[in-house]
């Protein structure tokens, strides 16, 4: 069993960025992603990272979000810059090794003036 806190949400204003952690508490060999779920949508996968490090990104983040992890610290990480309202939600850290899911319990992310 791996638990996974992640940790970084806030209120930002627009333009904005923040940086959200997720650490876990056992093996991270495997993918690692970041999901965010807005009131009344469906949770969707914002970014994807493999063990060797290669990154997977939705469109509506390209070239505003970095999704980056340290193995040896068991961590992923998620740079957020030009933060947009749209961009506002609960943001979740996932982990997937072979057929086991792990979720973090979400942290807040509120981009507003």
């Known amino acids: 069993q791996v638990q996974l806190v992640e940790s970084g949400g806030g209120l930002v204003q627009p333009g904005g960025s923040l940086r959200l952690s997720c650490a876990a508490s056992?093996?991270?060999?495997?993918?690692m992603g970041w999901y965010r779920q807005a009131p009344g949508k469906q949770r969707e996968l914002v970014a994807s990272?493999?063990?060797?490090?290669?990154?997977n990104y939705v469109d509506s983040v390209k070239g505003r979000f970095t999704i980056s992890r340290d193995n040896a610290k068991r961590t992923v990480y998620l740079q957020m810059n030009s933060l947009k309202p749209e961009d506002t939600a609960v943001y979740y850290c996932?982990?997937?090794?072979?057929?086991?899911?792990?979720w973090g319990q979400g942290t807040q992310v509120t981009v507003s003036s």
């Open positions: 990272i493999n063990f060797g490090g290669s990154t």
């Open positions: 996932n982990l997937v090794i072979g057929s086991k899911t792990y």
């Open positions: 056992g093996s991270i060999f495997g993918v």
